[in-house]
């Protein structure tokens, strides 16, 4: 990405009080490539080997999620990255991608059968609104899990609008984001008391967005109060999310006090020890970390056909056509919309 002012903060009076960990887009820290892979290998445990007792999958989205809070209050409060190019590049990156995934899965599940893909179920899913689809009228098959993307997308709108209220009219967001978050996570939690299940209220965008909106605020909270806690605290934060993470521990709590702590730990990875970031930042895991994102998409409808295969058989399969996804779909048309919404500018610069 195009980088604004480095390390730029909205609040000017926290400026001289930051730490000075890099930011994310001034230098690709290779360590959140990591987290990222692992994040995509817990959901495809969670899939394809799954434990009684840890639902590793859960994991692995709550920690994609609390990744882009990271990264967004990163590259929109701290760099201040202009909001129009912002949001050109999250279409550049999600659209392709997922158009071509959703064309495809409407082909190959046309016919009848519980697997089949309705007009409702593509609209839906092209529209970020699929996990409301699921909850208030059917099951989506193949299309089930566009549910994290839609409130990933709806996400990053609530930050961009924060973003530009904040800097037409000059107050610090972090009070504004962790309200929301606050809001969101309160949201759940009522809606579980009402005894309603976790489908019916974490696969919400108005309760589940409060794991971005919380991830957004402790990275912001910690860079205005220029907090640098020992670096064992990381790993302690680490370990208690997952303990927070065992399937009996109730939703309210994974995703409060659990989401908390895998946010602490993620940003606490800045002061981490060098080891476990070298871990991180291996190659493997980073470069599975790139592929993160089309690995996602077309593990789901491999995932919904295990009984009819073998399950190694169908992670190859799931691997393949992420691979080509990325390589011939993704890859190509991001390069290609981000040179051609360069091109206007250049000119104009040039003029």
Known sequence: MEAGPALELVAPQA????????????????????????SILAVLAGHFAPLAIYNTGRLGVEMFFVLSGRLMADVLFVERFPLGSFFRRRVARVWPGLFVFVALMAVVFHGPGPLAVQPIDIASS???????????????????????????????????????SARRFGFNPLLAIAGLAIACVANGMVQSGLGLDYYAVYWRTDVRMGSILMAAAVYLAQRQAGLAWPAWTTAA?????????????????????????????LVGLDQAPQGLRRLLADPVLTRIGLWSFSLYLWQHPFFRLIGRAPEPLLLAGAVACALASFYLVEQPARRWLNRRWRAPKALSAAA
């Open 15 to 38: 400026t001289a009080r930051a730490p000075a960990a890099p930011s994310v887009h001034s230098q690709r820290l290779d360590y959140l490539d990591g987290w990222r892979g692992l």
């Open 126 to 164: 092209l529209t970020f609104t699929g996990n409301y689809v699921r909850i208030y009228l059917h099951n989506m098959g193949v299309l089930d899990h566009t549910w994290s993307l839609c409130v990933e997308e709806w996400g990053y709108l609530v930050l961009g609008l924060v973003a530009l």
């Open 237 to 265: 934060f680490g370990g208690l999310a997952l303990m927070l993470s065992v399937a009996v521990v109730p939703d309210a709590i994974k995703y409060s006090l659990g989401t908390l702590c895998l946010s602490l730990a």
